[in-house]
């Protein structure tokens, strides 16, 4: 029963931050997409690298691509279009966005327990 609650308010959540009409088509940027194995270069000892390296290994377990547009590193996610099994639309999210994202997610799920009143026994 968790699971399915979990997964309508992860449905809820991608679906409000979606915009009603589909942005205008732009310019084809480069794109570097890896669906290889991530491994960096050993640095020094920082832990900004060994954050960004568990950050991008977690996300790609989630089943996201790392994709380095203009500099920027944007996690990808294909989703079958509602009502077709031939198109597929391609989200990409920035870390601060997916940050949020998770944060709203468990906001929500907290928000949701605290509502769910206890079971009534007879």
């Known amino acids: 029963m968790r699971i399915v609650i979990i997964g309508s308010l992860l449905i809820m959540a991608g679906c409000a931050g979606q915009p009603s009409s589909p942005p205008p088509p732009a310019a084809p ?4 997409v890896s669906n290889a194995p991530v491994v960096a270069a050993p640095a020094a000892g920082t ?3 060994e954050a960004t390296k568990k950050m991008v290994l977690d996300a790609k ?3 996201y691509t790392v994709v380095n547009e203009n500099g920027q590193t944007l996690f990808c ?3 079958a279009r509602t009502g077709s099994h031939l198109v597929n639309e391609t ?3 920035t870390q601060k966005q ?3 994202l998770r944060e709203e997610t468990q906001r929500r799920l907290q928000t949701f327990e605290m509502q769910t009143p206890p079971p009534q026994g007879k």
Not at 29 to 32: E, G
Request: hydrophobic letters at 25%; charged letters at 40%; a neutral charge.
């Open 29 to 32: 940027a480069t794109r570097i």
């Open 47 to 49: 832990d900004a690298s």
């Open 61 to 63: 377990r989630r089943g």
């Open 77 to 79: 996610h294909k989703d």
């Open 91 to 93: 989200t990409c999210l």
């Open 98 to 100: 997916m940050d949020d």
